[in-house]
Structures are given as structure tokens and as C-alpha cells.
């Protein structure tokens, strides 16, 4: 059954279905954010979990395919070796699987600590997108909003 299922885990599918598949979770974010759905899927674990696992599928793809592990470590390195890593597909797909899952869990953040501050979501609504996009830069401009709201900017919440 396993290997039937394969068949399915192409490393386009994967890319398609991640991309695609946190839309929905960004857009509960942005729409109801404090509804008890989001709560449920976002700020818990399933999100991760499933995440987690096509990551770790994708490692053991990588290890199956006799990609070395000790490389990964060369990417601080230079960066050509960055170049060379990410020409291998699956390891890109792993770096693709850690963005959307930073971005979609620094959105989490910003959602729940713009409703603590009582920011409006109109105002949230734009630092989200960024985030989805580009996610140090909507970080960035949801603490410029932050700062008013929250009379202070504290550098440990």
C-alpha cells in the first residue's frame, strides 16, 4: 500500500500541495483568526505534525537517493555550496517545507499578538500578506504597527 502511495509523493506533487495547502490556513489567519477552527488547526500541533512528517519523507527520500547529510552542513560555508544544495531537489522541496512552516508560525504569532493588543485587523491584514510572501519583512512592519498599539517595543514577547 505503501508504495502505491508513492507513486502520489512525486516531488512536484509535494511542492504543489504544500504551496497550495497552507492558503487555507493563511486565510483563516487572516479572516478569523480568533475562531476556535484556527485556534484548533493553527496553534496546535496538527499543522506541524504533517508538515513535519513530508519533511522527514523528504530526508529519507534524500538518504534513500544517497544524497550526503554532511553536506547539508557546507551551506554556511560558501555560497556556491548553497547553490549546490538546493540544485538537489529534494533538499530544496526541505528548505521550501521550512519557509512555508516559519512563515505560516510567525503569522500565527502576529495573529495572536495583534488580538492581545487589540490591534485592528484591518492593520494585521497587510503584515500577514507580507509575511506569506516574505516573512522578515511583514515581521518587520507588524512591529512598527505593534509599537502603537502596544505603547512600548519590547525585545523578549
Not at 479572516?31 to 513535519?52: A, C, E, R, V, Y
Not at 487589540?118 to 516574505?134: A, D, G, Q, T
Not at 498599539?149 to 514577547?157: N, P, Q, S, V
Request: proline share 4%.
Amino acid at each position: 500500500m505503501l508504495s502505491q502511495f508513492e507513486i502520489y509523493l512525486t516531488f512536484e506533487n509535494i511542492y504543489i500541495w504544500s504551496s497550495f495547502g497552507v492558503l487555507p490556513f493563511w486565510l483563516m489567519l487572516i479572516l478569523i483568526p480568533n475562531s476556535k477552527i484556527t485556534q484548533i488547526l493553527i496553534n496546535s500541533i496538527i499543522l506541524p505534525l504533517i508538515l513535519g512528517s513530508v519533511y522527514c519523507y523528504l530526508l529519507y527520500h534524500a538518504f534513500l537517493s544517497g544524497e550526503s547529510f554532511s553536506d547539508l552542513f557546507k551551506i554556511y560555508l560558501s555560497l556556491d555550496n548553497l547553490y549546490t544544495i538546493f540544485s538537489i531537489e529534494s533538499y530544496l522541496l526541505v528548505f521550501w517545507l521550512h519557509f512555508l512552516s516559519i512563515n505560516l508560525f510567525t503569522g500565527s504569532w502576529i495573529a495572536r499578538d495583534a488580538f492581545k493588543y487589540n490591534v485592528p485587523r484591518k492593520l494585521v491584514f497587510i503584515p500577514l500578506f507580507l509575511v506569506y510572501l516574505s516573512g522578515p519583512v511583514g515581521l518587520i512592519f507588524y512591529w512598527m504597527i505593534r509599537i502603537f498599539f502596544a505603547k512600548r517595543l519590547g525585545f523578549h514577547d
